[in-house]
């Protein structure tokens, strides 16, 4: 049979150059994107071994036609693959099986990277024999345990072997992406070009010099540092497993597999690695929390960047210049933000000295963050610049968006709006950062409501990537869609919410620490308080969080509100005391903890000697958001089950393994769940369930079915 | 008091080397899973087991820090229950079980379990050094041989022959696949189960269809170690009628490295009655001695020697031998000293064709003449291994 050097399929064309070398350049053209996906692969080993096993090809150089090079796996695939998890187990091992058949024939193939190489996508990577990064604004890494996965195909073992036991951890444990500079730093490549054509003539030369087609990870290497069974390798994987398991609680069957991969694979020759491998990447994806994580943080995230209110026509597209008033932590987190994102902006603070310092601020944010993702100091200077100075107000004229982010004092708030809005175009949007106080407060005296909305950004603002857009009672679509486009333009994911005092993500945290402060009361030491919160999985404890955000915020907002229920009041009460004995929050250096240079220590003593379990603290700490989060579903508030769910881990740190409050309801089951609750009832009316919601229970009402929601279906009792 | 033997089981076992099916299972999970078919197949009330004894021989790695203990914490039994591992070489897993048997027999303890686990081919034998191996106080004053030399200077010393070593190995393997087949050894004999429940291994996977023509040319393995590196002369000082060894053990008549557990349950009647099941087997005797550290494997017959004694028994009431296939002369050995015919030996074939994971070895031939003794509706059953250093151990059960 004769086999053609030249030829073209789905996913890939291939070429003969010159010098015996073959160009496969990958371009899915039935996808979005090029993705690992499976009926690709077995193309690519196809054309491989025709090509491979012809004298005339020395080797092989992989480049995209796309922007991605691979973007990962096509995880809508890998869900339906793993529906038959033994298939599926084949199916990895038959994947490693033939590329490891393709290194028989001991010619190198080689990776030019020039678009987005993540998960998958950088796996089949290491596959090439060297791999050459051209300098862009892309990204490489593995990021598979943000969704409760790890790289089960290959890249457990293979970063292992590579760069020794620790720093492969760290890498795959915090799932970070580079961009190419720092993935060359870092080892994930092995050479940074500046051009492609610079790549490509090193990819050539490192061909025709007939370089060895070796594995950076293969067997004939050893493992920086020792393997397991080293009296060093062994050392770094205690340290490793042991700072893992503080900083995750052992929530994550993905992240707990991925240390059994290099506990039981690490040590054995790579191919009987890669079983090992295989077989708990099969576990992970049966498992509950990866299920949650993946339909929450991957599809959920998918939902709402291209949420219902998105249309280009009515966006931000023109949007060139926006002006933040208010110059403090938010202020200047939105104003760097805003320039990374390259936007000239306007900020301003109380008087002409303070606007300066808080330019200054933002300018130091940028720094850290630039210099962080390797970015150069014409590049920081030049964002740098973007950001001016708001020192006559009649500048406001220029900008087609002003976001004012003065503290919460709905006093305050009007008065900077009264003193700003003389001086704003007819057209301009309108937007108060604010994390509770309602927007039809705030903007009562302004004109033009429809172009009015709050945008809760939250702190730090170049970390939290979710951005709670609130509507007000005349806010107009065309203003919705502005704001969702503009969020996308920061980086953030956006999710739309009703007007209320605190809107979804405030009003419902707010109902965590609460319950903290009156568990407390009841007699409960606060250290199993913060001890079970953050084994439950909480990234912070209730009374830690209450000083970050301080007290005296806390207590603004409590004062804010027209209606103050008994345990409400219990708690402003309480938190009135501590303000009243100087205890303010972090910035002071005293709330609940006492905070010095060496660290902070619990201040707050115990009360009494109640010994309620571990078990009912978790529930009520758990089930008081969930259960208010359900109230905010039927307000309105909230629009839907997985925008909340995404708002409660984005937004408030809800869990993450539950994959969000509805999730996490669903996983006790509605009747258990509703059972425990009306049990609570004696400690407070939060504890409250509407009968509608019992009813509800009864049927075993499910909020998903699967990646379905089924809020709001027409189910046959008709219930929602 | 006595003693009853309520379950035995043993995994399948896997090759010890880089080829081998378990490699990717630690030991602690090939204990973990044996530990829990006994709870599940019995339907055991935990708390009433009190402490699991683990023969293990190279305790360093995956298999250092008390590998029995861990392996108790993780299965169903949990952390109530006590774990200690001990080293008697090849003969650890039955030392496990006689001082299990002691433990009972003095009140000290009224239910343990068991046995042994050793994954050769994640913790290399020898791996973990030690004074026998490597101190000159020991290797210069000693008379000691690597074990195959010491196997061929018998076979040398007591005119075995290498047809006669190939023979019998084929036999091994020939009853081994005959075994394998038949449901009987399935029941006491697990498969080894991946995190998802998927089979990583379903069945022993050394043994093979193998022939006298097959095994003729395999090279001698121990040649090296006898002729170049000296240890044939070290031999020669001690046995100065030898003047030269034949070198006849190889890949083929010798045990070969495997990975596998083994796990047996024992208890005094009383707790039989609490757990409500029905005891398999009774112990009649125990028994351990040292032997000639150059021949080093001879300690088979002394052992059998003391624990027919120590029952008031003759060699001819036993029905069935378990004697370790360490080396295939050492079952000739054995039943050439004893005037026992091979009809009564390893009917089950046995480590040469089966696996020797050393430190469980002993629980796996004891689970073995409990399931033959049962199949063959025969009583009474010996089983005796050999050890390093020159040691020999010895249990004869009845059959209940």
Known sequence: MKIDLNQENAYFTCSYKENGIVSLSLDMKNQKTNLLIFEFMKLYFKVLHDLLSLEVVKGIIITSKRSDFIAGADIHEFLREQLDPQKFLSGILEMHRQFALLDHYKKPIISIIEGNCIGGGYEFALNTHYRIAVEGNYRIGLPETKLGLFPGAGGAIKTARMWGISKAIKFVVNGSLYPPKKAAEFGLVDALCETDIAAWILAEKWIVAGKPALHRWGDHNPIPGGNLRSVNGAQEFAIAVQWIKNKTKGKFPGINYYLKTLHDGLGLPVEKALEVEARYLVKTLQSDVAQNMINTLFFGVQEAKKNKYLDPKLGCNALEMLGVIGGGMMGTGIAANAALSGFKVLLSDQSEEATLNSLKVSKNKIQKILFNKGGSNEQIVKVQKLIQPLNDLNALEEVDLVIEAVPEDLKLKKDILDKITPHLNAQVILASNTSSIPINDIFKYVENKENVLGMHFFSPVDKMTLLEIVKGSETSTKTLSFACQFAHKMGKIPIVVQDSPGFFTSRVFGKYTQEAVLLYLEGIDPKRIENVALNSGWPIGPFAVLDEVSLKLVLDVLNNQKKVSISENKYKTFLTELMKQGRIGKKTGKGFYTYTPNGKSLWLKSIGTNDTSDEDIVKRLNYVVALDSYRCLVEGIVTDTRTADLASILGFGFPIHSGGVFRYIDAIGLKAFVSTCEGFLKHGAQWEVSSHLKSMSQNAFQFYDGSKEMWGRKTQNGLT | ?400
């Open chain 2, 1 to 400: 008091m006595n003693v009853f033997v309520y379950d035995s089981l043993r995994t399948v076992r896997g090759k010890g080397t880089n080829e081998g099916s378990l490699m990717g299972t630690p030991p602690v999970e090939l204990g973990r899973q044996v530990i829990n078919q006994m709870v599940v197949k019995n339907n055991l009330k935990t708390n009433y087991i009190d402490d699991l004894i683990f023969g293990c021989v190279t305790q360093i790695g995956d298999q250092g820090s008390n590998i029995a203990k861990a392996c108790i914490d993780i299965s169903l039994i949990g952390s109530q229950c006590g774990g200690v591992t001990l080293n008697r070489f090849c003969g650890s897993g039955l030392e496990a079980i006689n001082q299990g048997v002691a433990y009972v027999k003095s009140g000290y303890k009224n239910m343990v379990l068991a046995g042994g686990v050793e994954s050769m081919s994640r913790v290399p034998m020898s791996s973990d050094g030690g004074a026998y191996l490597l101190d000159p106080k020991l290797t210069l004053d000693g008379f000691l041989l690597p074990q195959g030399v010491a196997a061929d200077v018998i076979a040398t010393k007591y005119n075995v022959l290498r047809h006669d070593l190939d023979q019998y190995a084929v036999l091994s393997h020939e009853r081994a696949l005959k075994a394998r087949e038949s449901k009987d050894s399935r029941i006491s004999r697990i498969p080894i189960k991946d995190v998802n429940g998927f089979n990583v291994l379903e069945t022993d996977e050394i043994v093979r269809n193998t022939t006298i023509e097959d095994l003729k040319n395999l090279p001698p393995s121990f040649e090296l170690h006898g002729k170049k590196m000296g240890f044939d002369s070290t031999a020669f000082a001690k046995y100065s009628e030898l003047n030269e060894v034949n070198h006849l053990h190889h890949a083929g008549n010798s045990s070969a490295l495997a990975d596998g557990a083994s796990v047996t349950l024992l208890g005094n009647a009383k707790l039989g009655k609490i757990q409500n099941i029905k005891p398999k087997a009774k112990i009649k005797a125990m028994a351990l001695v040292g032997s000639d550290p150059t021949l080093m494997l001879t300690g088979v017959v002394p052992a059998t020697i003391k624990v027919l004694k120590q029952a008031k028994m003759k060699i001819s009431d036993i029905d069935l031998f378990e004697v370790n296939e360490a080396f295939a002369v050492v079952p000739l050995y054995f039943m050439e000293q004893l005037n026992v015919p091979i009809s009564k030996v390893n009917v089950y074939g046995g480590s040469i064709a089966l696996g020797h994971p050393l430190g469980a070895t002993g629980s796996v031939l004891f689970s073995t003449l409990i399931d033959a003794l049962h199949h063959s509706d025969k009583n009474i059953g010996l089983v005796t291994l050999c050890m390093g250093g020159g040691m020999g151990i010895a249990t004869i059960v009845e059959r209940l």
